[in-house]
């Protein structure tokens, strides 16, 4: 019934969801591990070569350091996926992609949609329960890639972009931003519960990757599943491009990208406080450079 696809770098780590999903899951299930531990394929290239050997309809795309808590799990997909209208499943996600480049969270946590058990190193669990409409199953724009479901005649026709996404970021946002494009709905469910061992890296290579699907997806952004009002959406994108910028300015990009990323900071808010500190670390650190 259920193909589970996972890129898997850790035999460790597979072997413990391998497990966890045997005694939750309720359904016939393969999982297909495509061994990734020598770093030789992009998470996108990976998933492709996975769903192609699947022998089941419905395709779960997802982390090896992930745990259910749910039983009967498969069940649920199952039913779920039977909704012709919806296309993606996943646990968490956002109401409304940014046209800023920004993770599906730079929404604003107001507008995500989850119900996840986060376990960081230390041991801290968090659990992400956001669901002020108290519903079974939500609208999102796009889902977090640590577990998402879909039916494998989607995938067929809409693989992952192994092309433009050759690392390990923004390949869930781009398959979910195509998929909603296609009139599909792409829905977080409150009936799974997992936890989830890891936190996405926001570095270097994540800018790249989010500058490839901003020029990818340019036309799209931004989209979702609500009506903003325009104040709303004007501070949701200014906070997005500032957060960008920051990030520019820690991972030491040119000074070209940053300043067309503050101008597009100031044409959202000229004079907000963030933007000018922004702008003043910015000149800061240009002169510092320039003396050093």
């Known amino acids: 019934m259920l193909s589970l696809i996972i890129c898997s ?31 030789q394929y992009g998470i996108c290239e990976a998933y492709n070569l996975g769903a192609k050997q699947a022998q089941y309809e419905l395709l779960c795309f997802m982390h090896e350091d992930i745990r259910f808590h749910t039983s009967n799990w498969g069940l649920i997909v199952a039913r779920l996926l039977k909704d012709e ?3 993606v499943l996943g ?7 940014v046209a800023a480049p920004a993770p599906w969270w730079g929404c604003g946590l107001e507008l995500c949609r989850e119900n996840v058990l986060n376990v960081f190193e230390d041991g801290t ?8 409409e108290q519903v079974p199953l939500t609208d999102v724009a796009v889902v977090d890639g640590m577990w998402m479901c879909c039916r494998r005649s989607l995938w067929e026709q ?6 433009t ?36 890296s926001i570095n270097a290579s994540w800018v790249h990757n989010a500058l490839l699907y901003q020029e990818k997806r340019n036309n799209q952004l931004p989209f979702g599943v609500i009506s903003l009002k325009k104040v709303q959406s004007v501070n949701i994108e200014l906070k997005a491009y500032q957060a960008f910028v920051s990030l520019l300015m820690r ?17 959202k808010y000229y004079l907000h ?20």
Not at 91 to 97: L, P
Not at 175 to 192: A, D, L, W
């Open 125 to 132: 669990r968090v659990m992400e329960l956001r669901n002020p």
């Open 9 to 39: 770098r850790d035999p460790e780590a597979l072997r413990q969801v391998s497990n966890n999903v045997a005694v939750t899951i309720g359904v016939a299930y393969e999982i297909i591990a495509i061994d990734n531990s020598a770093g």
């Open 158 to 163: 809409f693989p992952f972009d192994s092309k």
């Open 85 to 87: 209208s919806i296309g």
């Open 251 to 267: 991972e030491k990009f040119s000074n070209a990208i940053i300043y067309k990323y503050l101008k597009m900071c100031w044409s």
């Open 273 to 292: 406080r963030d933007t000018l500190w922004l702008t003043k670390e910015w000149l800061k650190n240009n002169m510092l450079s320039f003396v050093s």
């Open 91 to 97: 646990v968490t996600g956002g109401q409304h992609q």
């Open 165 to 200: 996404f050759v690392d390990f970021h923004f390949y869930d946002i781009d398959f979910c931003t195509e998929i909603f494009h296609q009139g599909k709905r792409i829905c977080v469910t409150y009936e799974i519960t997992l936890e989830h061992h890891s936190r996405g």
